[in-house]
């Protein structure tokens, strides 16, 4: 009997396939079916992602791939009865499914033997290879454990998996959460082959994904490769374990931090406030800004003058990762507040805490069992409830004032806008608890997120924006240096990053990493010249999870006002965009603007409105697929030949511009024409203007 999954044919009689496990039809009766993604995905994820996948179809997305595959499954098939050997392959997909989900990734086929999953798309992730890696080690790891139960029979279990990070055309998402997707030359495939290049029990990743989770992971060299299909050798890395860097900071101090640039008037601002809080009258500040701005950076900063005073410094740092994990951030806190790490041994950490309670004040040996809880060292028998959250948040406010009279306190809560919901409550209770107590408690986040902390007269906002264009210039100096040829580039970049110093770091990263410098950091020399400045992968995946958690119509009106440019007026929109109905549109536009994609620049006469960042063009641009973009630009060419009606001549050029991009090269040489014949014109009245000699 064939296997309708796997292809492999089994004996008559048998229920399942002896290769992979699917249960067939025949003998039961039953109607053989391939494993179905859904049974195995989380309700809430499923939910997701039909509820987004419309907005999806056809989209050109960077995500991250990973295979994994049972070592040897046919000869294990054969040591076991089909049924056994069932149970064992259903296990090792559960086992899979679970830490693929637990980051919110999705299974897209089973591959008999194995799965292939991917992280980023269909649910949007900016951090999706640290994702994939950190899946493929809690898969390895239990993975192995289950392996052990099994060898006392003679089983010897193992899997290989492979990851790349990679760009790849969402095709349908089915029913069955299935993406159908368009491989971008050698992504999907790359991804199969890293997998079988890997030794059984180990994750295997391409340079691309080492690359998006360098300081996350730690990482070996495994060599270079020759794999089929592809011409030049691999690089490929083997995936060791989970990296020393808790977030994107931490990865980047682990480079060397550049001076910070360019925010004495912010420090000083902060400075005031912590005077205010040093002295008995505490405060709450949210330090807001778009995403690479800065914020984790400036706090940074005035937590180190803070320690150097003499002030305690008590913190938390959000991942996005833990963005749903209960409790994440309040237990980062907590650890913090006792001194504990998260490699300490149980017996240490239980030890310590109960320890430590007693000796700040009798009332607290109670919460010790509660605590030990959400440090994830109790013994467990307590989920969390409304309850135990009320009598968390009674604890932490008598810590957080006791802690305060011994010292004067700084508690930092960094990257607030991954903070799990949990955690979020219980900062709120900090944030009424700081009153009256010598407690700065800073907070950053950006601005789509609305923390429940910002109100009361004891809460103040600093809306931070980019570097300015002397700061960023002087940040570019940092980094380039000012070799000749390579201080030539800064006016590009500076153009292209808006004064934004993540996107700035990762641009000069790029251009080191494909080899266009050379040299040191603020030293380097251009190896190669700069034909056009590339969007480096980890610049696009932040903007274009932005741009996926739009709503519909929001994204549509995004993706029609970066094909018209940079910046563009209402009534092009409309027409270009397609949505007609002014209230939808207005919507649109306020959810745009609000959210900080685009700004309004002039208002006569129509509202003229501007992308906030020049890159956010460039992705909402490059994610739609050329015949789409197609469509677009013919339909802006149209509507300007329309709307410029009573000055064609100026806008001929635009025009043919558009045309030419939406490869109508009839119309758009027509236009050109018309476009050369105006600049003569121009050219001859001017001659005709000028006095005669
Ligand atoms: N004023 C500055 N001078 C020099 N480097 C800076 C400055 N501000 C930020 N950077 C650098 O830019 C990078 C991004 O900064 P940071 O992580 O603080 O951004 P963020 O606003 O916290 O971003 P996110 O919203 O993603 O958390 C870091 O490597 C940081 O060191
Ligand atoms: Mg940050």
Same mark, same amino acid.
């Given at each position: 009997m064939r296997c309708p999954h796997c292809r492999h044919e089994s004996d008559e009689s048998a229920r399942f396939c002896a290769r992979c496990g699917a249960p067939l039809g025949g003998a039961s009766g039953a109607p053989a079916r391939p494993r179905d993604a859904r049974a195995y995905t989380p309700r809430h994820l499923a939910e997701k992602i039909l509820t987004t996948r419309s907005a999806l179809e056809g989209e050109r997305k960077h995500l991250s791939i990973l295979f994994v595959d049972v070592v040897d499954s046919m000869r294990l098939a054969e040591k076991l009865d089909a049924e056994e050997w069932h149970r064992v392959l259903d296990r090792v997909f559960e086992i899979l499914a679970a830490a693929i989900h637990g980051v919110?990734?999705?299974?897209?086929?089973? #591959? @008999?033997?194995g799965v292939m999953a991917l992280f980023g798309a269909p649910i949007a992730h900016e951090d999706h290879a640290r994702r994939a890696c950190q899946a493929a080690l809690a898969a390895r790891d239990t993975l192995r454990a289950y392996a052990e139960t099994l060898r006392p029979r003679g089983i010897s279990l193992a899997v290989r998996m492979g990851i790349n990070s990679d760009e790849v055309v969402v095709g349908k998402i089915g029913d069955d959460l299935r993406m159908d997707y368009t491989a971008q030359g050698q992504s999907v495939g790359l991804a199969a082959r890293v997998q079988q290049l890997a030794e059984p029990g180990t994750v295997l990743v391409t340079e691309s994904t080492a690359r998006l989770v360098e300081g996350f992971c730690m990482l070996a060299d495994a060599g270079m490769h020759s794999v089929k299909g592809i011409s030049a050798p691999i690089h490929v890395l083997e995936l060791c374990a989970i990296g020393p860097a808790r977030t994107r900071l931490d990865a980047a101090a682990r480079r060397g931090l550049t001076r910070l640039i360019g925010r004495d008037t912010e420090l000083a601002w902060l400075e005031s406030i912590l005077a205010r809080s040093m002295a008995s009258d505490g405060q709450v500040v949210g330090v807001v800004g778009e995403a690479g701005v800065g914020k984790s950076r400036l706090c940074l900063e005035l937590a180190r003058r803070c320690v150097a005073r003499g002030v305690a410094l008590y913190e938390a740092h959000c991942p996005a990762?833990?963005? #749903? =994990? &209960? +409790?994440f951030a309040i237990r980062d806190l907590l650890r913090s507040f006792l001194g504990l790490s998260q490699t300490d041994e149980v017996d240490v950490m239980r030890r310590s805490v109960a320890e430590q309670l007693a000796a700040l004040d009798a009332g607290l040996a109670d919460a010790v069992p509660l605590v030990l809880d959400v440090l994830g060292v109790?013994?467990?028998?307590?989920? &969390?409830s409304a309850r135990s959250t009320a009598d968390l948040a009674g604890f932490l406010r008598r810590l957080l004032r006791l802690r305060s009279v011994a010292q004067p306190t700084l508690v930092l809560i960094d990257d607030a806008h991954w903070m799990d919901p949990a955690s979020h409550e219980l900062v709120r209770e900090l944030a009424a608890a =700081? +009153? @009256? #107590? +010598? #407690?700065l408690l800073l907070t950053n986040f950006r601005p789509e997120h609305r923390p429940a902390?910002? @109100? @009361?007269?004891h809460y103040h906002q600093l809306a931070l924006s980019p570097l300015g264009a002397e700061a960023a210039r002087e940040l570019l100096d940092e980094l380039l240096g000012s070799h000749g040829a390579v201080s030539g580039l800064a006016a590009s970049i500076l153009e292209r990053t808006g004064g934004n110093p993540f996107f700035t770091e990762e641009v000069v990263q790029a251009l080191v990493g494909a080899g266009n410098l050379v040299g040191e950091r603020g030293a380097y020399r251009l190896a190669t010249p700069v034909e056009a400045l590339a969007l480096p992968a980890t610049v696009q995946a932040l903007l274009a999870s932005r741009v996926d958690r739009l709503g519909e119509v929001a994204k549509q009106v995004l993706q029609a006002a970066a094909v018209i440019g940079k910046q563009f007026d209402e009534p092009l929109l409309r027409v270009a965009s397609g949505v007609a109905a002014p209230r939808e549109l207005d919507a649109a536009l306020a959810d745009l603007e609000d959210l900080d994609f685009i700004r309004l620049v002039g208002l006569s006469p129509h509202p003229e409105y501007a992308f906030k960042h020049p890159l956010m063009a460039d992705v909402a641009y490059r994610s739609q697929l050329g015949e789409r973009r197609a469509q677009l630009h013919a339909a802006v060419a149209t509507a300007l030949e329309k709307l410029r009606a009573d000055r064609l001549g100026e806008y001929a050029s635009l025009i043919a511009h558009h045309w030419e991009a939406s490869g109508m090269r009839f119309e758009a040489s027509r236009w050109k024409r018309r476009a050369a014949l105006n600049v003569a014109n121009i050219k001859i009245g001017q001659h005709r203007r000028r006095p005669r000699p």
């Open positions: 919110e990734g999705t299974i897209n086929q089973f #591959t @008999g033997d990762h833990a963005a #749903t =994990v &209960p +409790r109790g013994d467990g028998a307590a989920a &969390p =700081v +009153r @009256g #107590t +010598r #407690t902390w910002t @109100g @009361g007269s």
